[in-house]
Each structure stands twice: as structure tokens, then as C-alpha cells.
T-cell receptor, first 110, second 114 residues
Framework: QKEVEQNSGPLSVPEGAIASLNCTYSDRGSQSFFWYRQYSGKSPELIMSIYSNGDKEDGRFTAQLNKASQYVSLLIRDSQPSDSATYLCAVISGANNLFFGTGTRLTVIP | DAGVIQSPRHEVTEMGQEVTLRCKPISGHNSLFWYRQTMMRGLELLIYFNNNVPIDDSGMPEDRFSAKMPNASFSTLKIQPSEPRDSAVYFC????????????FGDGTRLSIL
């Protein structure tokens, strides 16, 4: 079992819609969770971090964490074509090791 | 603040040649990570350093790969001899002191072994 699992997609949403990206993790003791955005040909860029159960909002982005279900998600409201990218879920587990999911490719259709 | 700086941005070389990738972490960060990314395998952690000391190199694929961090501001990843299957994008990332710090990535080196 992989440490972090994501649906690889592709996920397509129309412009203005809400994009929902999901991630599950295997280590129940994990404490830190991150979402990275990676444009094609570019490096991963940190966009959200979350450490406590519940929601964390930053502009059009909302990260949701449910430790009991070992589930973390990212919602993108009012999706824009510029949001089209691969979104990587990352979880710190064990001895401060950061594990990445394989990423979900999002396409926002104008 | 300057981000993580990697060089070269692109490298094309023939199999059997030695390849050296370089990384300068963000000033003040004490952890440095080397990753490899391919379409098939995604982002893989190769090795990471804490305070210039290698902590976990279990991701290094084989003895042809080696990494060093002689000081807090410089690290190298070396492949000798290189093989076509080593072709990938290699990222360096750094993070600050303390647990649970996010990593910040450099722009990567796109390596092609012919």
C-alpha cells in the first residue's frame, strides 16, 4: 500500500465550477499535510498546508482534513483555466519524511 | 529571498558519462532533499540531508548514484556511469528547521541520457 493515494484523473471541470481533489494516506500518525501545484514542465509549488482537522481557506482554495478517515482534500472555487495543472498531495509521516501522491491532473475548460 | 537554485537546467549526455547536478538550498534551511520525477513513477525521494548529514538514502536507486553536501549552501547529486533509464527531471528541495516544515523546490534539472 502506498503512503499517499490520489486519483490520477484527469479531472475536467468547466470554468467557474468547484474542483474537488482528494487524497488518502496510510499512516494514522501523520500530522502535516500539504498540497502542491505543478504546471507542466515546472517544479511543484506549495499552495496549502493543513495540520488540524477541519477546513482551512486561502482565497479560492480550501483544504479539508479528516484524520479519523485519513482523508485530505482540496477545493478550488471559481475554477479558472490558469488552475489547470497537476495537484500533488503530500503527507509528513514517520521520521519527518514527506511522501507525495502521484498527483491529479486538473483541466479547467473555458 | 532567493529560492532553491539548481544547475544545470538541462543536461544531455551520452550513456556512460558522469553527470553532476548541483543545488543551493534556501539560506537558513537545514534540510535538503533530492527527488527524481518521471511520468511512470511520479516524484521519488532519492536522499535527504539534515544539517549536511545524509539521513535517508534508501531511495537512491543503485551505487551509480551518490550525493554529497559539503556545506550548508551546496549539494551535488552524481551519476556515474549514466544510463538511458536515468533520464528524468531531478528536483532539489529544502525546508526549514523543526518538524513538519514544507519543502520548497528548485526549478529542476531535465536530464536526458542518450
Amino acid at each position: 500500500q502506498k503512503e499517499v493515494e490520489q486519483n490520477s484523473g484527469p479531472l475536467s471541470v468547466p470554468e467557474g465550477a468547484i474542483a474537488s481533489l482528494n487524497c488518502t494516506y496510510s499512516d494514522r500518525g501523520s500530522q502535516s499535510f500539504f498540497w502542491y501545484r505543478q504546471y507542466s514542465g515546472k517544479s511543484p509549488e506549495l499552495i496549502m498546508s493543513i495540520y488540524s482537522n477541519g477546513d482551512k481557506e486561502d482565497g479560492r482554495f480550501t483544504a479539508q482534513l479528516n484524520k479519523a478517515s485519513q482523508y485530505v482534500s482540496l477545493l478550488i472555487r471559481d475554477s479558472q483555466p490558469s488552475d489547470s495543472a497537476t495537484y500533488l498531495c503530500a503527507v509528513i509521516s514517520g521520521a519527518n519524511n514527506l511522501f507525495f501522491g502521484t498527483g491529479t491532473r486538473l483541466t479547467v475548460i473555458p | 529571498d532567493a529560492g532553491v537554485i539548481q544547475s544545470p537546467r538541462h543536461e544531455v549526455t551520452e550513456m556512460g558519462q558522469e553527470v553532476t547536478l548541483r543545488c543551493k538550498p534556501i539560506s537558513g534551511h537545514n534540510s535538503l532533499f533530492w527527488y527524481r520525477q518521471t511520468m511512470m513513477r511520479g516524484l521519488e525521494l532519492l536522499i535527504y540531508f539534515n544539517n549536511n548529514v545524509p539521513i535517508d538514502d534508501s531511495g537512491m536507486p543503485e551505487d551509480r548514484f551518490s550525493a554529497k553536501m559539503p556545506n550548508a549552501s551546496f549539494s551535488t547529486l552524481k551519476i556515474q556511469p549514466s544510463e538511458p533509464r536515468d533520464s528524468a527531471v531531478y528536483f532539489c528541495a529544502s525546508s526549514g528547521t523543526g518538524r513538519n516544515q514544507p519543502q520548497h523546490f528548485g526549478d529542476g534539472t531535465r536530464l536526458s541520457i542518450l
